[in-house]
């Protein structure tokens, strides 16, 4: 257990499947009427009166700026070539000139919109993700854990079948199950009552539901504090 006597991760965690049904419901969820009064990392927790704006369409200027990011590049691309060949017929370093402060002013101008358009999504990120995942605090209810001997002898991991009461940082109560594997001296410290930060879609809590590992320990006092405030 850590410093919150929270339960022990579990070996395996399917965080590549999660993410990508996350971005799936991410790609249809209406905007950010879902998020309203969500708080950061999807934890429920406040920020209500988040920009609207950012959920919206992208505007004329976000596209514009957007596409410099292929503009800067072909634009740079063909004044160096056409410098290139003047250079070439006139062997004049006036022209390579040309090129060196091409370069360096394409440089810095692509990093700059790059860095805008990473903020701008990850502002977007920020407002819609709580829509679509929830997190909350899952505690045993009922538990199973696999023998860990096969005919090999004694296997270093073991599967254990979890039933949780999950209280969310938002909304009713529910049950789910799911299977973690635990390396067998983790699983000897689970028990009926263990608890711990759980994550699910939350257009289908019951059969989304997984272990959080990802988050920092502030986050999961957040989700705490949250889950028993709801």
Do not use: C
């Amino acid at each position: 257990m850590d410093s919150h006597d929270t339960w022990p991760a579990p070996v395996n965690v399917d965080d590549r499947g999660f993410d990508a049904a996350a971005m799936r419901q991410l790609g249809r969820a209406p905007g950010s009427g879902d998020a309203a009064g969500t708080g950061s990392a999807g934890t429920g927790t406040g920020a209500p009166g988040a920009d609207p704006d950012l959920s919206a369409k992208p505007t004329l200027r976000e596209k514009w700026a957007t596409s410099l990011l292929l503009v800067i590049p072909l634009v740079s691309a063909l004044v160096v070539v056409l410098s290139a060949i003047r250079y070439t017929d006139t062997r004049n370093g006036l022209w390579l000139g040309v090129i060196a402060v091409v370069l360096v002013l394409a440089a810095l101008s692509w990093v700059s919109v790059l860095r805008r358009s990473f903020a701008r999504a990850q502002r977007h990120l920020s407002v819609r993700l709580p829509g679509v995942i929830g997190h909350g605090v899952g505690i045993v209810r009922e538990l199973d854990v696999e023998s860990p001997f096969d005919e090999n002898g004694v296997s270093d991991t073991v599967t254990a079948h979890l039933t949780l009461r999950v209280n969310p940082t938002q909304g009713p109560a529910f049950t789910a199950v799911l299977d973690a594997v635990y390396v067998l001296a983790d699983a000897e410290k689970l028990t009926v009552g263990s608890h711990g930060p759980v994550r699910y879609l939350r257009s289908d809590p019951e059969n989304t539901v997984g272990i959080e590992t990802r988050l920092p320990e502030l986050t999961v006092q957040q989700i705490y504090r949250a889950a028993a405030m709801n």
